[in-house]
Nanobody, 119 residues
Framework: QVQFVESGGGLVQPGGPLRLSCTAS????????MGWYRQAPGKQRELVAR???????MYADSVKGRFTIFRDNPKNTLYLQMNNLKPEDTAVYYC?????????????WGQGTQVTVSS
């Protein structure tokens, strides 16, 4: 069963960059359509970036032009490069398959990585 471990979060000032990583274990990474999600306090988890095909990427309007999703299949790793960060980007970021698995089904959600954008 595939497991995801997210890393790279932290505290960053508005306008700054951050790169997140998601390492998958337990299954063949490239077999899945993958995406990055985030959940801010009091809000539902939302999809912010995804691979809609092996080479085509899609982004939520709120991050378009600032975030870039890319992957290294041999390393089983998914990345999210975030530039020009804004306070509203503050959230816990997760990776998982797209569409997201129904509650209680695999792949399980990882612990996520906290991103805080603040001066």
């Amino acid at each position: 069963q595939v497991q995801f471990v997210e890393s790279g979060g932290g505290l960053v000032q508005p306008g700054g960059p951050l790169r997140l990583s998601c390492t998958a274990s337990g299954s063949r990474f490239s077999a899945y359509g993958m995406g990055w999600y985030r959940q801010a306090p009091g809000k539902q988890r939302e999809l912010v970036a995804r691979f809609s095909s092996p080479i085509i990427t899609m982004y939520a309007d709120s991050v378009k032009g600032r975030f870039t999703i890319f992957r290294d299949n041999p390393k089983n790793t998914l990345y999210l490069q975030m530039n020009n960060l804004k306070p509203e980007d503050t959230a816990v970021y997760y990776c998982n398959t797209v569409p997201a698995p129904p509650p209680g089904t695999a792949p399980n959600w990882g612990q996520g990585t906290q991103v805080t954008v603040s001066s």
